[in-house]
């Protein structure tokens, strides 16, 4: 597995065989500081939990989008409700890939 970051918009992983994309939740960031720490950290409890790859990077955008939303590389670490909730309710950012353009590559979301 290997994944980019991609900021405000999201994340494109791999899988060895395939692309997997997730856009990001649509915040109001104050600080960017960890948000790559905890980026990993909601991968790593997703992968902890047995979630599928699509859950895990969905879980891992939402943990990120709120860290940035507090000063501090530590300030925004959110309980896992919250992340729900911002999975559940918040607004998506555009996607930068589209399904047809990844299906080339067998990606998926």
């Known amino acids: 597995m290997a994944a980019a970051t991609l900021g405000e918009d999201g994340v494109l992983a791999w899988d060895g065989a395939a692309f ?3 856009p990001a939740f649509e915040i109001s960031a104050i600080d960017t500081t960890g948000a ?5 950290a909601g991968f790593a409890y997703a992968l902890v939990q047995g979630w599928g790859l699509a859950r895990a990077l969905e879980f891992s ?8 939303t507090t000063p501090g590389a530590r300030g925004g670490i959110a309980a896992v409700h919250c992340i729900e909730n911002l999975i559940r309710n ?3 950012r555009p996607a930068v890939y589209s399904q047809e353009q990844l299906a080339g590559s067998g990606a998926e979301r």
Not at 61 to 68: E, S, T, V
């Open 61 to 68: 955008c939402a943990a990120a989008g709120l860290a940035c």
């Open 90 to 92: 918040g607004p998506r």
């Open 36 to 40: 790559g720490d905890i980026f990993h």
């Open 20 to 22: 997997h994309y997730c």
